[in-house]
């Protein structure tokens, strides 16, 4: 599991809250959101990120959809509870339709979610995280 945490745990407008349960996106996506001046704390267990989340300190959470245990939704209502501001970009793999993006996951999401689809260029990914951001 990767975990970078800064050290500094004050608000940031460019820190970023990443989760996905393959090792390999959060170190390429970890790397090169750093390299472009963000500061990233990533999570391959949705479980350990939920625990270790302090509202406030994240501009924006990127989550995958599909992992282990609980679902990149699940995460994003737990996270929202905790911080009414915090945004959300999810990522997946698969086909939105097989990600069972029912009417009810809407309903309870509040908005019409922002969806990735994998695999996503580095360059898409910090487009989609800008256009959040600004």
Same mark, same amino acid.
């Given at each position: 599991?990767? #975990?970078?945490?800064?050290?500094?745990?004050? +608000?940031?407008? #460019?820190?970023? *809250?990443?989760?996905?349960?393959?090792?390999?996106? +959060?170190?390429?996506?970890?790397?090169?959101?750093?390299?472009?001046?963000?500061?990233?704390?990533?999570?391959?267990?949705?479980?350990?990120? *939920?625990?270790?989340?302090?509202?406030?300190?994240?501009?924006?959470?990127?989550?995958?959809?599909?992992?282990?245990?609980?679902?990149?939704?699940?995460?994003?209502?737990?996270?929202?509870?905790?911080? #009414?501001? *915090? /945004?959300?970009?999810?990522? +997946?793999?698969?086909?939105?339709?097989?990600?069972?993006?029912?009417?009810?996951?809407?309903?309870?999401?509040?908005?019409?979610?922002?969806? *990735? /689809?994998?695999?996503?260029?580095? #360059?898409?990914?910090?487009?989609?995280?800008?256009?959040?951001?600004?």
């Amino acid at each position: 599991m990767i #975990n970078h945490n800064s050290s500094n745990i004050s +608000t940031n407008s #460019n820190r970023i *809250l990443l989760v996905d349960d393959e090792p390999d996106i +959060t170190f390429s996506f970890n790397m090169f959101l750093e390299d472009n001046g963000f500061a990233v704390d990533s999570y391959n267990d949705p479980f350990v990120a *939920l625990s270790s989340f302090k509202s406030g300190i994240y501009a924006i959470a990127i989550l995958d959809i599909r992992m282990p245990g609980m679902d990149g939704f699940e995460l994003s209502l737990k996270l929202r509870k905790a911080d #009414n501001k *915090l /945004k959300i970009l999810f990522m +997946t793999a698969y086909d939105v339709h097989e990600e069972g993006i029912n009417q009810f996951k809407l309903k309870m999401l509040e908005e019409k979610p922002i969806i *990735l /689809k994998k695999p996503i260029s580095l #360059n898409d990914l910090m487009s989609k995280i800008k256009k959040e951001l600004s």
